[in-house]
């Protein structure tokens, strides 16, 4: 796959590396038991871990029925299941910290990877809650690490409410938990910037998507 993607001249380092997480992470509670944890830079030198996940990791385009036709889902997708090696062993890393940080408010680990590739401001993802599996009934955690450019992340109550925006940058952190996936839904909407290349790492519990 040849995506440009024009490397930071700000992230200086040469190697990925996690910054600590403690005392540093914005928690910001929402209505109903929701809430955002947002970590601006938490991943620097994330140029080479971007580098990999342009490369050919085994994306997938998909279909999806809108009314009486089929479209193509606009970004890329890879999903990484239970056990499933990472393609690249700073993706590891990055869940054994947030398994260490979190594991004790979220009672069980992260497991798999959802990965999503927007290629340019086109890709999108509509306004929706993940919700298949315990997600459904369940509070939980996504925790979603961002690489390349920037994009906005909204959130906004179901049922209607002022929506929530949250800019995820190279190497950014966010973390929706509580009862988000329910009471909550979010999105990446389209822009017409011309934009490079995003990739959205989704960190989940076992039976949540
Ligand atoms: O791109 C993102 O960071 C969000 C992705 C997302 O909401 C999803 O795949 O369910």
């Keep these: 796959m040849s995506l440009a993607h024009q490397p930071s001249m700000w992230d200086v380092a040469d190697e990925p590396v996690l910054t600590p997480l403690r005392g540093r992470v914005t928690r910001h509670p929402l209505t109903r038991g929701a809430w955002v944890d947002h970590l601006p830079g938490w991943v620097e030198g994330s140029d080479a871990v971007l580098e990999v996940l342009l490369g050919d990791i085994g994306w997938r385009a998909e279909r999806r029925q809108m009314y009486d036709r089929e479209v193509d889902v ?3 997708l890879r999903w990484y299941g239970d ?8 993706l590891t890393d990055a869940r054994s910290e947030l ?3 979190y594991g004790p408010e979220l009672g069980e680990p992260f497991v798999t990877a959802g990965m999503c590739l927007y290629r340019d401001g086109r890709d999108s993802v509509a306004w929706h809650g993940d919700r298949i599996g315990r997600s ?4 939980t ?3 979603i690490v961002s690489f390349g450019s920037p994009r ?3 959130l906004r109550p179901v049922g209607g409410g002022e929506s929530l ?3 995820l940058g190279h ?3 966010v973390v929706m938990g509580g009862s988000c996936q329910r009471t909550w839904e979010h999105c990446i909407p389209k822009t017409a910037k011309p934009i490079g290349p995003r990739v959205s790492v989704q960190f989940r519990p076992r039976g949540v998507a």
Excluded: K, Q, Y
């Design 171 to 173: 190497g950014d952190l």
């Design 99 to 101: 398994n260490m940080h």
């Design 152 to 154: 906005a992340l909204m």
């Design 136 to 139: 459904r009934t369940e509070d």
């Design 74 to 76: 606009p970004r890329l």
């Design 141 to 143: 955690m996504v925790a």
């Design 83 to 90: 056990g499933e090696t990472l393609p690249h062993p700073a």
């Design 165 to 167: 925006r949250f800019s």
